[in-house]
């Protein structure tokens, strides 16, 4: 998939879309009731991983990348969620790119503004 934009409202994706693969993003959305909730969010910090292995485990912390993972978050952090998948997101933001909380850039071109 490319050109993912996703809508969260409460925790839950209510508008998705995507340049490419769009009607497999809305598949796994709809997998069942709890696919479209958020399960986990990070940004990427480590800035000795500077190419993407294709190791989802390295490939999530890359400084100057996110990601998220749409539901099922793990149990051993208290989380509670209800859904078949854990799938993980990973976006490269290291340039042309920012993060916005309620409006506010608070991330840009991998690095944090605040």
């Known amino acids: 998939m490319e050109g993912i934009e996703l ?6 994706v209510v508008r998705a879309n995507a340049k490419r ?5 809305l598949h796994m959305l709809d997998t069942d009731t709890g696919a479209r909730y958020l399960g986990e969010f990070a940004i990427g910090t480590n800035f000795e ?3 993407f292995t294709r190791n989802i485990l390295f490939d999530e912390k890359i400084g100057g990348s996110f990601h ?12 509670q969620d209800k859904s078949i ?5 990973i976006c490269d933001i290291r340039q042309d790119a920012e993060i916005k909380v309620d ?9 944090f503004v605040i």
């Open 7 to 12: 809508t969260f409202e409460a925790g839950k």
């Open 21 to 25: 693969n769009e009607e497999f993003l």
């Open 49 to 51: 991983i500077n190419r």
């Open 68 to 79: 998220l993972a749409l539901r099922a978050g793990y149990p051993e952090t208290g989380s």
């Open 85 to 89: 998948i854990h799938w993980n997101l």
């Open 103 to 111: 409006g506010d850039v608070v991330y840009r071109d991998g690095q």
